[in-house]
């Protein structure tokens, strides 16, 4: 059974930093297209912040380009969303997301709040 299985959330200032990770059991993310959204209240749609395709390749949501940085290491089948200079507006749940064969993947997500 597919798991995927973030941490790294927390509450940060203004100006802080984030490291979320996301552990895959039973799916590689090297060889699907992986992404991390985020959902500001329960009522928001989710957001796509930050994507990597199979061969590495990047994509960013305008909001946060220059400020996140998502990446992976595969020998430990891990999914990383580097977030720095993080801003009220960043505040909300974190979602670690995969697909495969046209199937979505999600995990329970992780909460960032980003506050003075």
């Known amino acids: 059974q597919v798991q995927l299985v973030e941490s790294g959330g927390g509450t940060v200032r203004p100006g802080g930093s984030l490291r979320l990770s996301c552990v895959g059991s039973?799916?590689?993310?090297?060889?699907?297209?992986a992404s991390w959204y985020r959902q500001q209240t329960p009522e928001s749609e989710r957001e796509l912040v930050a994507?990597?395709?199979?061969?590495?390749?990047?994509r960013y949501a305008d909001s946060v380009k220059g400020r996140f940085t998502i990446s992976r290491d595969d020998a430990k089948n891990i999914l990383y969303l580097e977030m720095n200079n993080l801003k009220a507006d960043d505040t909300a749940v974190y979602y670690c997301?995969?697909?495969?064969?046209?199937?979505?993947?999600w995990g329970q997500g992780t909460q960032v709040t980003v506050s003075s």
């Open positions: 039973m799916i590689t993310f090297n060889l699907n297209t």
């Open positions: 997301h995969i697909i495969r064969n046209y199937v979505n993947y």
């Open positions: 994507r990597i395709r199979s061969g590495g390749g990047t």
